[in-house]
T-cell receptor
């Protein structure tokens, strides 16, 4: 696998379920991000991890819980979601303070909350 | 200070025409300005990027024009093709440890 991978690609869950989204980057980057993309707000930054440490949480409800066990993996744990949380969840990574500034995105997980 | 404003929201261009998408930013400390292209069902992919020390960068049919004094930058797609139909996002960041700040996107449709 190359680049940034995300699993699952599609997820349907009820409001009482607990599920997790997984992201893995194979680029040797040291920063990883979760974005939410919906029709109303195209690309919302949710969480920022630099060197495995969470440095930013953009007022995301506590029903979303991120986890970064190492610099290559990022999880988004979901519980008691609402229908308005239905969106495309994108993971991205980049190399901090390096010569290459490109931020790479995964293909996303399409989440539907019933 | 962190906003990037993108226009138009949608754009329809004839095949062979020029597509132009504009962005404006507020934070004068931004020093990296990429454009991303996103097809349905895919994540955004970097198309072209520019640093503020140059006023223009061209890669194939895609050109970024950058106006530092006006705090504006734009994407020009020459000889637009139906395969260019996608959503385009401009973005900006500080080249250090900050994530990208994105515009709201422009949905481009190139019709034959």
């Amino acid at each position: 696998e190359t680049g940034v991978t995300q699993t699952p690609r599609h997820l349907v869950m009820g409001m009482t379920n607990k599920k997790s989204l997984k992201c893995e980057q194979h680029l040797g980057h040291n920063a990883m991000y979760w974005y939410k993309q919906s029709a109303k707000k195209p690309l919302e930054l949710m969480f920022v991890y630099n060197f495995k440490e969470q440095t930013e949480n953009n007022s995301v409800p506590s029903r979303f819980s991120p986890e970064c066990p190492n610099s290559s993996h990022l999880f988004l744990h979901l519980h008691t979601l609402q229908p308005e949380d239905s969106a495309l969840y994108l993971c991205a990574s980049r190399q901090l303070a390096g010569a290459l500034l490109e931020q790479f995105f995964g293909p996303g997980t399409r989440l539907t909350v019933l | 200070q962190q906003q990037v404003k993108q226009s138009p929201q949608s754009l329809i261009v004839q095949k062979g025409g020029i597509s132009i998408i504009n962005c404006a930013y507020e934070n004068t400390a931004f020093d990296y300005f990429p454009w991303y292209q996103q097809f349905p069902g895919k994540g955004p992919a970097l198309l072209i990027a520019i640093r503020p020390d140059v006023s223009e960068k061209k890669e194939g049919r895609f050109t970024i024009s950058f106006n530092k004094s006006a705090k504006q930058f734009s994407l020009h797609i020459m000889d637009s093709q139906p395969g260019d139909s996608a959503t385009y996002f401009c973005a900006a960041s500080l080249s250090g440890n900050t994530p990208l700040v994105f515009g709201k996107g422009t949905r481009l449709s190139v019709i034959a």
